[in-house]
T-cell receptor
């Protein structure tokens, strides 16, 4: 089955700086890579996703890049703000019926004022 | 947000009890999921239902029993749980199984005593 590794587990950045979270996956058949944001005590919510036929996608201050050859994808947040503080999960979908989405362990992003 | 609802939000049960978690989605989706989220592990997929048919997941102990009577409702029946089963149980739904955005419910915080 798919295996997703996510780094770092905790990331602290100054407000206004950029943050980068990286994930690797093992199944070359994976074709869908969503990123979820989970604020304290709340449900995970999709913030951006990318499919295997695209190398980069951007939505305002967030962007995701995908390198299929190296089997890794990254989340980039620019001009970070206090409300960006949360746990971020990457995930990969390989198309297997019982596998569904495989999530990384999450990154706790802390924005320092 | 009321797209995916879960009840109860909090549950405390003894190891000999039998209880059920309920999930309801109002989005017209065809796929529903149960995830377990604990402090030590990432979001773990437990069960997938697609068009009310269960996709087998042999790694989940039999003390967890899912039920999907229709495409809008999903249950997780619990019996003879262990303290290590204490976690946040999240329900999610998506348009179809696969590379579609999953919408999460608020979760049920389960404590097994």
């Amino acid at each position: 089955g798919e295996n997703v590794e996510q780094h770092p587990s905790t990331l602290s950045v100054q407000e206004g700086d950029s943050a980068v979270i990286k994930c690797t996956y093992s199944d070359s058949a994976s074709n869908y890579f969503p990123w979820y944001k989970q604020e304290l005590g709340k449900r995970p919510q999709l913030i951006i996703d990318i499919r295997s036929n695209v190398g980069e996608k951007k939505d305002q201050r967030i962007a995701v890049t995908l390198n299929k050859t190296a089997k890794h994808f990254s989340l980039h947040i620019t001009e970070t703000q206090p409300e960006d503080s949360a746990v971020y999960f990457c995930a990969a979908y390989s198309g297997g019926g019982a596998d569904g989405l495989t999530f990384g362990k999450g990154t706790h992003l802390i924005i320092q004022p | 947000e009321t797209g995916v609802t879960q009840t109860p939000r909090h549950l405390v049960m003894g190891m000999t009890n039998k209880k059920s978690l309920k999930c309801e989605q109002h989005l017209g989706h065809n796929a529903m999921y149960w995830y377990k989220q604990s402090a030590k592990k990432p979001l773990e997929l437990m069960f997938v239902y697609s068009l009310e048919e269960r996709v087998e997941n042999n790694s989940v102990p039999s003390r967890f029993s899912p039920e999907c009577p229709n495409s809008s409702h999903l249950f997780l029946h619990l019996h003879t749980l262990q303290p290590e089963d204490s976690a946040l149980y999240l329900c999610a739904s998506s348009q179809d199984e696969g590379s579609y955005e999953q919408y999460f419910g608020p979760g049920t915080r389960l404590t097994v005593t």
